[in-house]
C-alpha cells in the first residue's frame, strides 16, 4: 500500500509541475553563469534536478570550487572534476 501511495504522489500533478518549474530554474540559474563566464570556460549538462557545469578545463572547476568554499556556500551544491585517466 505503501509503495502505490508514493507512486501515486510521485505522478500526480502537483508533484511533476513542481518537479518540472524546479528544474527550469536551476537550469535558468547555471546558464546564467556561463553567460557571466568567458566563452567556453562552461557548460550546462545533465537534466532536471540533476543539471550542472562541465567546465573545459579542471582547474576552472577546481578555482570555482575554491571560491565557493571561501565563500561559505551552503547551499546543496556540489562541485568536482573529472580527472583524464
Given at each position: 500500500m505503501a509503495g502505490s501511495a508514493a507512486l501515486g504522489h510521485w505522478t500526480g500533478p502537483h508533484f511533476t509541475d513542481h518537479?518540472?518549474?524546479l528544474?527550469?530554474?536551476i537550469r535558468i540559474s547555471l546558464g546564467n553563469i556561463t553567460t557571466a563566464?568567458?566563452?567556453g570556460v562552461a557548460e550546462?549538462?545533465?537534466n532536471g534536478a540533476m543539471s550542472g557545469?562541465?567546465?573545459t578545463d579542471?582547474?576552472?572547476a577546481d578555482g570555482a570550487r575554491r571560491a565557493l568554499l571561501r565563500a561559505g556556500s551552503s547551499r546543496a551544491l556540489l562541485v568536482g572534476s573529472a580527472r583524464r585517466r
Open positions: 518537479a518540472a518549474r528544474a527550469a530554474a563566464l568567458p566563452a550546462v549538462v545533465g557545469l562541465r567546465f579542471a582547474r576552472n
